[in-house]
């Protein structure tokens, strides 16, 4: 026969059990979507710097066709790229280009530059594009 003081310390016990498995499931119920945010943000910026790599390459195509290095704001998939050209000095008197490519993807921001050198040969008059430098810019978060 049980003793007085040992009632109900079984319903106490599963009672406790009870409340650590809900304790236990909340926190890994609450990791999961962390990490669900973050996949979901690193996506976005991976797009939107492929968006601002393919407004790059396009960039210079324009370039080599004789046309403006300036590519409109486009759609790339689910994100959108702009890409604005601009003359740089040089002291060797070839025509330099800083492409300033902006790529954005549902609030992420990446942009990039890619510096040309572009000459035209005299004889046939094609258009030569060559890479100088390219650099990643500093992402950001716009705005909501």
Do not use: N, Y
Not at 30 to 48: D, K, N, P
Not at 95 to 107: F, H, I, N, V
């Amino acid at each position: 026969m049980r003793r007085r003081e040992d009632r109900g310390s079984a319903l106490l016990l599963a009672l406790a059990l009870v409340v650590l498995a809900h304790a236990v499931a909340g926190a890994v119920a609450t990791r999961v979507v962390a990490s669900a945010r973050s996949e979901q943000q690193r996506l976005r910026h991976a797009q939107a710097f492929e968006a601002a790599e393919a407004g790059l390459a396009e960039s210079v195509q324009w370039l080599v066709a004789g046309d403006t290095a300036d590519v409109p704001e486009g759609d790339v998939g689910d994100a959108t790229v702009e890409v604005e050209g601009t003359p740089l000095p040089s002291a060797s008197g070839e025509r330099l280009l800083a492409l300033l490519a902006t790529g954005r993807c549902r609030g992420a921001v990446e942009r990039l530059e890619l510096v040309v050198a572009v000459t035209v040969s005299p004889g046939d008059g094609t258009v030569r594009v060559e890479r100088r430098s390219w650099r990643r810019l500093a992402g950001a978060q716009e705005p909501s």
